[in-house]
């Protein structure tokens, strides 16, 4: 069994800054891609962000150049830097990890979710 759970949203200003995280915790022997999607109001989820477990990065193009994704090996964390906060970036964030747990199998992982609200 795996658990992830995120922290770091909350209410921001446009043009303002958060960070969220992400912790893996449990049966975990490695872990490979981890990423962040999200759930805007009346949307459907959308991906935003990847990061490999040799650390390259791929952003989707409405967010590339204002988030960063990164990730710490040591503490199964992935975190995002989100940077220059539009109205339209207001979701709920989603944490999602491809992890390979003790007995070998392969299986995707998502967190509960943390709201990001940014206001005009």
């Known amino acids: 069994q795996v658990q992830l759970v995120e922290s770091g949203g909350g209410l921001v200003q446009a043009g303002g800054s958060l960070r969220l995280s992400c912790t893996a915790s449990?049966?975990?022997?490695?872990?490979?891609?981890m990423g962040w999607y999200r759930q805007g109001p009346g949307k459907q989820r959308e991906w935003v962000a990847t990061i490999a477990s040799g650390s390259n990065t791929n952003y989707a193009d409405s967010v590339k150049g204002r988030f960063t994704i990164s990730r710490d090996n040591t503490k199964n964390t992935v975190y995002l830097q989100m940077n220059s906060l539009k109205p339209e970036d207001t979701a709920v964030y989603y944490c999602?990890?491809?992890?390979?747990?003790?007995?070998?199998?392969?299986?995707?992982?998502w967190g509960q979710g943390t709201q990001v609200t940014v206001s005009s």
């Open positions: 999602n990890a491809e992890v390979v747990v003790t007995s070998r199998a392969l299986s995707d992982y």
């Open positions: 449990g049966s975990i022997f490695s872990i490979n891609a």
